[in-house]
């Protein structure tokens, strides 16, 4: 198994500006998963962030908006830029163990957009 | 396109019935299906995953069946209790796809 923590937990901000989540993870993990669950709805992936390259990002999601950091094996980051109340969402991070295939997912980052 | 589709009305059910949820997907023949609980403000967690090759699965009260004809699974949860409360969402990986899909979950309601 494997145990994720999110930061921050939750948070308001204001339109305009742009908030980074971390994810840590207590094992080394190949590929760490960014979904976005707005208000009501199920989990929509963002990106896949693999350490030591770029994240693929799904449809309808940008580098620009969203820039995701990968700087090692057990650490991640997710910015969301430029944010607008659109953006009001949970943000979670999940890996995968690779001998199920179960994801693991974090408690997520509830975020507000004024 | 690939779709999965979960009943996205709530499923109202007494203590001690069955409960039975219904997954069906599209256009794809995955070779596994997985199903997640979520409770309000948390991540979802890992249930079962039943494997292409598999017509049914069990743990502890849960049982998960799949039918590849049909492109549905069933998520059963015997006896059920007011704690198995929460929204219910199953999870595929399509073909081109690293990571898995969702569909929109079901939220039970058990009451006592």
């Known amino acids: 198994s494997a145990v994720i923590s999110q930061k921050p937990s939750r948070d308001i901000c204001q339109r305009g500006t742009s908030l980074t989540i971390q994810c840590q993870v207590d094992?080394?993990?190949?590929?760490m998963f960014w979904y976005r669950q707005q208000p009501g709805q199920s989990l929509t992936l963002i990106a896949t962030?693999?350490?030591?390259?770029?994240?693929?990002?799904e449809s309808g999601f940008v580098i620009d908006k969203f820039p995701i950091s990968r700087p090692n094996l057990t650490f991640s980051t997710l910015t969301v830029s430029n944010m607008s109340p659109e953006d009001s969402s949970i943000y979670l991070c999940s890996v995968e163990a690779l001998s199920t295939g179960e994801l693991f997912f974090g408690e997520g980052s509830r975020l507000t957009v004024l | 396109s690939q779709k999965i589709e979960q009943n996205s009305e709530a499923l109202n059910i007494q203590e001690g019935k069955t409960a039975t949820l219904t997954c069906n997907y599209t256009?794809?023949?995955?070779?596994?299906l997985q199903w997640y609980r979520q409770d309000p403000g948390r991540g979802p967690v890992f249930l079962l995953l039943i494997r292409e090759n598999e017509k049914e699965k069990r743990k502890e009260r849960l049982k998960v069946t799949f039918d590849t004809t049909l492109k549905q699974s069933l998520f059963h949860i015997t006896a059920s209790q007011p704690a198995d409360s929460a929204t219910y969402l199953c999870?595929?990986?399509?073909?081109?796809?690293?990571?898995?899909?969702f569909g929109s979950g079901t939220r039970l309601q058990v009451q006592p």
């Open positions: 999870a595929l990986e399509f073909p081109g796809r690293r990571a898995l899909t």
């Open positions: 962030a693999n350490q030591g390259s770029e994240a693929t990002y």
């Open positions: 094992s080394q993990v190949t590929m």
């Open positions: 256009n794809y023949s995955p070779a596994y």
